[in-house]
């Protein structure tokens, strides 16, 4: 069973949006959904040629039950991995963590990844690692009528070794919203805002996924930790243009044109 997350990070991160209450807007179906977290690293020793001489490996992963569009609460932890030989020694640990629901139609995801990666080298081994922290939400759903629906996002990824990517799109693969719609020249691209979207009746499929990476490649170790959240609920039903009142629309916009033809320069 996945372990209850518990990690300091995601806790800083907070409980987010996950708790707000949506106004339902029309009938929201769930199609699908993959949510999981995992975190798996190399230790190893290697000669200067780069061939191995020792290593080890750590590894830890939960996913939802396909088909389970329940609440989703777990950690992938991995507390230690390493080697020590050859006058050298490398070693790393992780941990991955997610929170999310997909409520009444409503999505809320709050996350957290860590990975740290420590070694040194001597004469004949060379210490390497290689480890990788990352958590998914993959979720299919379709909307009976055009929907407003507020987008707000949080995130921090404090360092070049953490990402971070969240995108909306149609069935079509056209993309409503993504991670570079709100970029700033100065300051870089935008996670933390409010937005609100307006959606048409058809498939959708919303995607986020943070990761941490860390190495050590015998001289410099790289560590990486990240958190990111966001909450998409629908928040009022858009009326369907009516045949009538678009003729209307047209016919005023060809009356005002006439207008504006028939009168002098």
């Not at 230690?80 to 030989?85: K, T």
């Not at 690692?129 to 759903?141: C, M, N, Q, R, S």
């Not at 993309?175 to 870089?188: R, S």
Request: proline letters at 5%; hydrophobic letters at 45%.
């Amino acid at each position: 069973m996945p372990r209850t997350t518990t990690m300091t990070i995601l806790a800083a991160t907070g409980a987010l949006m996950l708790s707000q209450a949506p106004a339902h807007a029309g009938p929201v179906q769930l199609l699908s959904q993959h949510r999981y977290v995992s975190v798996t690293g190399t230790a190893s020793i290697l000669d200067f040629g780069h061939g191995e001489l020792i290593s080890d490996t750590g590894h830890d992963a939960y996913s939802a039950a396909a088909g389970d569009f329940g609440p989703f609460d777990a950690a992938a932890i991995v507390s230690a991995f390493g080697v020590s030989g050859y006058e050298a020694n490398a070693s790393g640990s992780g941990a991955a963590a997610q929170t999310s629901s997909l409520d009444g139609g409503a999505f809320g995801f709050t996350a957290a990844t860590e990975m740290y990666a420590a070694g040194s080298s001597g004469v004949p081994g060379r210490g390497s690692v290689t480890a990788l922290a990352t958590t998914g939400f993959e979720v299919g759903f379709s909307i009976a009528a055009p929907s407003r629906w507020r987008l707000e996002m949080s995130s921090a990824v404090p360092d070049s070794n953490s990402q971070f990517s969240f995108r909306l799109a149609d069935v079509a693969g056209t993309v409503i919203w993504d991670q570079t719609y709100l970029y700033d020249p100065v300051l870089g691209t935008q996670y933390d805002y409010v937005t609100l979207l307006d959606l048409a009746a058809g498939e959708y499929a919303l995607t986020a996924y943070l990761s941490s990476y860390a190495s050590f490649d015998g001289d410099v170790a790289y560590s990486g930790q990240g958190r990111a959240g966001f909450a998409l609920a629908p928040l009022v039903e858009l009326p369907e243009p009516h045949a009538a009142a678009l003729l209307a629309l047209g016919l005023a916009g060809l009356q005002r044109l006439r207008v504006a033809r028939a009168t002098p320069a």
